[in-house]
């Protein structure tokens, strides 16, 4: 996959050797946004469990889109993920998704090329529906999932507290697959 101009991106599944980058990418938004509810920095020590949770296949996803220059690679651009919905076993047909791009990357197209891998990834999976949360507002992250087949179901207010403020998250959903005939 590429993007326009003399940069090409590599979507690719997470893998060890990207632990650090990804917990650098994704403290950015611990300090600086309300993007994620999390309030401390992680070490990438601390994040392992969180990479290895995200298999090379199956239904919980981790892919990242990496730079690629000149036949060298560059930094992560971003990466993408599906996760567990919720703990219990009829929610196993549900993932929770989530795209983050580097702050220099933004505005690239690299949330909707790590997407499309994404869905193309789960196609084969057994899952019936994509759930989003977005923190608000995030006028660029509701774009990107309405593109994507998103509609909004509902907004739960004031919901996470982060530097001193209440916070909404809107709720989007996707089907996946068609439910079986019963």
């Given at each position: 996959?590429s993007l ?5 991106v590599?979507?690719?599944?997470g ?6 980058a990804l ?9 600086e ?10 070490t ?7 990479l ?9 996803r981790l892919l990242?889109?990496?730079e690629?220059r ?6 992560l ?5 599906s996760?567990?919905f ?10 929770e998704?989530?795209?983050y791009c ?6 690239r197209?690299i949330g909707?090329?790590?997407y ?7 196609a084969?999976?057994d899952l ?5 949360g ?9 774009r990107l999932?309405t593109?994507?087949?998103f509609?909004?179901v509902g907004?739960?207010?004031e919901?996470?507290r982060k530097f ?9 959903e996707?089907?996946l ?6």
């Amino acid at each position: 996959m590429s993007l326009p101009g003399p940069t090409e991106v590599q979507v690719r599944p997470g893998v060890e050797g990207d632990l650090e980058a990804l917990t650098d990418l994704y403290n950015h938004y611990v300090r600086e946004t309300p993007i994620t509810f999390d309030t401390a920095v992680f070490t990438p020590e601390e994040r392992r469990p969180w990479l290895l949770s995200h298999p090379e296949d199956g239904p919980y996803r981790l892919l990242v889109a990496q730079e690629l220059r000149e036949g060298s690679f560059g930094p992560l651009l971003g990466y993408a993920t599906s996760s567990p919905f919720r703990a219990k076993a009829a929610y196993d047909t549900s993932v929770e998704v989530t795209v983050y791009c580097a702050p220099d990357a933004a505005g690239r197209g690299i949330g909707t090329l790590l997407y499309k891998a994404l869905f193309e990834a789960l196609a084969d999976e057994d899952l019936h529906r994509a759930y989003a949360g977005i923190s608000q507002p995030n006028e660029a992250s509701v774009r990107l999932h309405t593109r994507f087949g998103f509609t909004y179901v509902g907004t739960y207010r004031e919901v996470g507290r982060k530097f001193d403020q209440y916070w909404d998250v809107a709720w989007y959903e996707k089907p996946l697959r068609s439910a079986p005939a019963s």
